[in-house]
């Protein structure tokens, strides 16, 4: 195998952005591998830039690295240029700190966002140089650990995993570091069913139900106060504060509004320091507050003014995403917004009052057109639209909906700016697990096609643009997201078939996946179906502090 040397000298010539694989950023820590004695490796399964922005990574790296006898390095999927140069140079994939190869470490831990990255975890794993399959894994392979969103249904990718992490992991961290120091000379299964018994955690050859992990105060949770500036531009390239967890609207279709209860904020006090600590320690011109929903954090007035008027002699942006959309929250955006002006989103998620009654979206017309008036007597130019098709109980008159909506809000924008645009995103509903709409059914690939194409039919006015996923990729998130057990062999095929970053448009490779669940002998349709209320959902055993007869009613309402 190549000497970590030839990363550098061979294969990084030959890549699009090098960049990625090299580390050494501002705020990269890199400890001696000899003087820890648990080494961990965060995985994050997508491109450098998408990984860098994820703030659970930099948390997750700060705790572990604040323990004397712990290291933790990153590692990111490789794109598939650098994938065919490792395998053709018969290297492995390496952390960015030490380009070491990731068997060498104790713990890899991947955090999974998204349904759309699980092809990518596997070519983590066999570039590793670690076995795919927990039960062919021995005492000196890594553990591997799953943690994030998707792990609310971790049953498509349970095989691939040693133990998961339900919930927040700021503090069960550290008791599996424990565990793991208590247990340095033990057998790999003697470490599993120790860490079997810390809350939390799953770990799926015990197949025991488990309850969710949350952090009860979030003012003194550990918070990465020198976060690492990336070398290329990160999705999200800014500072980011996390002012507040949880959400108190309850939308049916949302899963993280319904996993990340309850609703807990961070004190003013302890904001204002993390944030001069995290400007200082970085040099960034953007500051952005981020929640589920920011205009809901009790003082956000008092924090975003007093945030702006700090640092604006400095030139600094403080972006508020996550608003709800009033008059107060617009003017309370364009008023922070000192460095340069910027566009205004919404998400009425539903083209009519009917429809976002039924899925829970507390906003009325009335509401969206305050808010918008609002954006575009502040000057705001640009007001951008997300909608969800495919609701349950939907029909053409919804749809038709979305594009008065539009026109309505363009024509009000024109009143006052001849440069007023409008964007209208589709994205595609998936009835996510741990919701009340976990038992409905999701449209098809030709029902998403009929009802984008109506819209783009309806709606003729040139300076309305219109972006919409795109239908065969929710699809396969829509199967994954509420998928069991047979889709792992589904994955490996589509795996060994070339599927790769099938989050990204140019490297989904829809005709791939069809092959595989061919020749899997599993009938994809099935899992978009509705499910019956009394049937048994392959996630029942998880359990997140919201009973399941709550969703149930909510459900029928």
């Not at 998408?50 to 590692?75: F, K, T, W």
């Not at 011109?285 to 640092?311: F, N, Q, R, V």
């Not at 009929?450 to 239908?471: F, G, Y």
């Not at 047979?486 to 092959?515: I, M, P």
Request: hydrophobic share 40%; charged share 25%; with cysteine.
């Amino acid at each position: 195998m190549d000497h970590p040397q030839t990363l550098a000298d061979q294969i990084l010539p030959l890549v699009q952005k090098p960049a990625r694989y090299v580390g050494g950023e501002l705020n990269a820590i890199k400890k001696e591998w000899d003087k820890a004695i648990i080494k961990f490796a965060l995985a994050y399964p997508d491109a450098y830039e998408i990984g860098m922005s994820n703030l659970g990574l930099q948390i997750l790296y700060h705790i572990i690295n604040d323990q004397p006898d712990c290291l933790a390095e990153r590692v990111f999927a490789p794109w598939p240029d650098m994938e065919q140069q490792l395998i053709g140079h018969g290297s492995r994939v390496t952390s960015l700190e030490s380009q070491t190869p990731l068997n060498k470490f104790d713990v890899l831990g991947f955090s999974l966002g998204h349904e759309l990255t699980y092809t990518n975890i596997i070519t983590m794993l066999k570039l590793g140089g670690i076995p795919l399959h927990a039960k062919d894994r021995g005492d000196h392979d890594p553990l591997i650990l799953g943690g994030g969103p998707c792990v609310f249904n971790p049953e498509p990718v349970a095989e691939f995993f040693d133990f998961f992490v339900l919930g927040e992991a700021e503090e069960v961290l550290l008791e599996i570091v424990n565990v793991l120091r208590s247990t340095l000379n033990s057998l790999r299964s003697e470490k599993l069913q120790a860490l079997s018994r810390i809350k939390g955690i799953y770990v799926p050859q015990y197949h025991a139900p488990v309850e969710k992990r949350y952090i009860k105060e979030l003012t003194t949770a550990p918070y990465p106060l020198h976060p690492i500036v990336p070398f290329i531009e990160a999705v999200h390239d800014r500072a980011a504060l996390e002012i507040m967890r949880g959400c108190k609207w309850g939308c049916k279709f949302c899963q993280a509004g319904w996993t990340y209860r309850p609703v807990r904020e961070k004190e003013m006090e302890t904001l204002l320091r993390q944030a001069d600590e995290v400007m200082k320690n970085t040099g960034y011109e953007e500051l952005t507050l981020i929640s589920l929903s920011s205009s809901d954090y009790s003082k956000i007035d008092e924090l975003a003014k007093t945030l702006a008027k700090k640092y604006e002699s400095k030139k600094i942006n403080i972006s508020l995403p996550s608003l709800r959309t009033n008059s107060f929250s617009v003017k309370l955006a364009k008023e922070v917004a000192r460095v340069r002006s910027s566009s205004i989103t919404l998400a009425p998620e539903a083209g009519t009052q009917r429809l976002r009654d039924i899925i829970g979206k507390n906003m009325s017309e009335e509401n969206i057109i305050e808010g918008v008036s609002a954006a575009f007597d502040e000057g705001i130019e640009a007001v951008k639209l997300y909608f969800m098709i495919g609701l349950p109980t939907e029909t053409d008159e919804d749809l038709l909906g979305i594009c008065r909506l539009a026109e309505k809000i363009m024509a009000l924008g024109r009143s006052r700016s001849r440069r007023a645009r409008v964007t209208v995103n589709l994205s595609t509903f998936i009835p996510k697990p741990h919701t009340p709409f976990q038992w409905e059914r999701q449209i098809t690939i030709a029902e998403t096609l009929a009802r984008q194409d109506l819209i783009k039919r309806t709606i003729r006015n040139r300076n309305i643009e219109i972006k919409w996923h795109q239908a065969e990729a929710s699809y396969l998130e829509g199967i994954f997201s509420r998928g069991d057990k047979k889709l792992t062999a589904v994955l490996e095929k589509a795996w060994t078939l070339g599927a790769r970053f099938d989050a990204w448009s140019e490297h989904f490779k829809f005709a791939v996946w069809q092959k595989a669940f061919a020749g899997c002998g599993v009938d994809p349709d099935e899992y978009l179906k509705a499910r019956p209320f009394e049937a048994p959902l392959p996630w029942d055993y998880i359990e997140t502090g919201v009973p399941k007869e709550v969703l149930l009613n909510q459900a029928k309402l």
